[in-house]
């Protein structure tokens, strides 16, 4: 086996294996450990390689706990030794195109937006796999994109740099064992798109989370280990809300939890407004 394969089964593995973690150990992160997962993230690919990224460490304990006050109720962010805020930043691109005699406004574009959110999301993602190896685990949290304004207001991000992600990084103590997946099949289309007719697409997600139990632990399990992985951390209060939504709410089946109670479609299509706003305050206006 050539060196090649040998690293390539060793990633390989890792992807595998990987799984958000969300319970860390109380020990922190050697300096030259974080720096490495810096420059992972500064190595990744970048649309035009105009990088407009910039990423602030979270690690004092007061900022870690003001961070997780802001976001919300998911304890992994005040408990994570390492928290990295990835910002999609067009303030810095904007500022060398002034000072070249040209022009840029990622702000107005559309194309830039988009392009600029895989870049970041390229590097936050090398952060994840460069962690792994290192035996690090961590956690992405999109909910930082609804509160962009209390961020920038607090960590001094300037206009025309948005706050839209957030990973918190640490030494797993406990890893979710499994978490279903679709098959690779259901994803993969060979040279055109394959349409699935009604009953592939029922297979499909009832071979990702098999039967909706009434063994409501054993459900949360696969379908919202957040509420678990919280429940080890702080009191049972997720747990208990989370067992009697479903009893209220009448939920029957796995996409009704997802788009009922998770992610109440009403309650994401209102979203919109509020995350345009805040966009809006960063001088963003496509
Ligand atoms: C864009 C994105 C946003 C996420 N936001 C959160 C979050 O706010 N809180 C959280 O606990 N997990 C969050 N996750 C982690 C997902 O819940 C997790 O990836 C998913 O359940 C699959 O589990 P796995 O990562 O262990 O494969 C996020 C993941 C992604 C990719």
């Given at each position: 086996?050539?060196?090649?394969?040998?690293?390539?089964?060793?990633?390989?593995?890792?992807?595998?294996?990987?799984?958000?973690?969300?319970?860390?150990?109380?020990?922190?992160?050697?300096?030259?450990?974080?720096?490495?997962?810096?420059?992972?993230?500064?190595?990744?690919?970048?649309?035009?390689?105009?990088?407009?990224?910039?990423?602030?460490?979270?690690?004092?304990?007061?900022?870690?706990?003001?961070?997780?006050?802001?976001?919300?109720?998911?304890?992994?962010?005040?408990?994570?030794?390492?928290?990295?805020?990835?910002c999609l930043?067009f303030h810095?691109?904007?500022?060398?195109?002034?000072?070249?005699?040209?022009?840029?406004?990622?702000e107005?574009?559309?194309?830039?937006?988009?392009?600029?959110?895989?870049?970041?999301?390229?590097?936050?993602?090398?952060?994840?796999?460069?962690?792994?190896?290192?035996?690090?685990?961590?956690?992405?949290?999109?909910?930082?994109?609804?509160?962009m304004d209390?961020i920038r207001?607090?960590?001094?991000i300037p206009k025309y740099v948005l706050p839209l992600?957030?990973?918190?990084?640490?030494?797993?103590?406990?890893?979710?064992?499994?978490?279903?997946?679709?098959?690779?099949?259901?994803?993969?289309?060979?040279?055109?798109?394959?349409?699935?007719?009604?009953?592939?697409?029922?297979?499909?997600?009832?071979?990702?989370?098999?039967?909706?139990?009434?063994?409501?632990?054993?459900?949360?399990?696969?379908?919202?280990?957040?509420?678990?992985?919280?429940?080890?951390?702080?009191?049972?209060?997720?747990?208990?809300?989370?067992?009697?939504?479903?009893?209220?709410?009448?939920?029957?089946?796995?996409?009704?939890?997802?788009?009922?109670?998770?992610?109440?479609?009403?309650?994401?299509?209102?979203?919109?407004?509020?995350?345009?706003q805040q966009m809006k305050n960063a001088g963003f206006k496509?």
């Open positions: 086996m050539s060196r090649y394969n040998v690293i390539f089964m060793t990633l390989y593995d890792l992807m595998l294996n990987r799984r958000s973690v969300r319970v860390f150990l109380k020990k922190e992160i050697p300096e030259n450990v974080i720096e490495k997962l810096l420059n992972a993230a500064n190595n990744a690919p970048s649309g035009g390689n105009i990088q407009p990224i910039s990423i602030i460490t979270v690690k004092r304990k007061e900022t870690r706990e003001n961070l997780a006050k802001i976001i919300g109720p998911q304890p992994w962010i005040k408990n994570a030794p390492l928290s990295m805020i990835f930043d810095r691109v904007k500022r060398w195109a002034e000072l070249s005699n040209t022009d840029f406004q990622g107005n574009s559309l194309g830039h937006f988009l392009i600029g959110y895989a870049d970041i999301m390229c590097a936050a993602q090398n952060v994840v796999m460069t962690a792994e190896s290192f035996q690090l685990g961590s956690v992405y949290v999109g909910s930082i994109q609804g509160t209390e207001e607090n960590f001094s992600m957030l990973l918190s990084i640490g030494y797993p103590d406990s890893k979710p064992e499994t978490m279903p997946k679709l098959r690779t099949d259901v994803i993969t289309h060979h040279e055109k798109y394959r349409l699935l007719n009604d009953d592939a697409i029922m297979k499909a997600y009832d071979n990702k989370y098999g039967e909706f139990d009434d063994d409501v632990d054993a459900y949360l399990k696969k379908a919202y280990i957040e509420v678990l992985e919280a429940n080890k951390q702080e009191s049972g209060n997720w747990l208990k809300l989370v067992k009697k939504r479903i009893k209220s709410l009448n939920i029957q089946n796995h996409a009704q939890f997802l788009f009922n109670l998770r992610y109440p479609t009403e309650a994401m299509v209102k979203q919109n407004e509020p995350i345009f496509f």
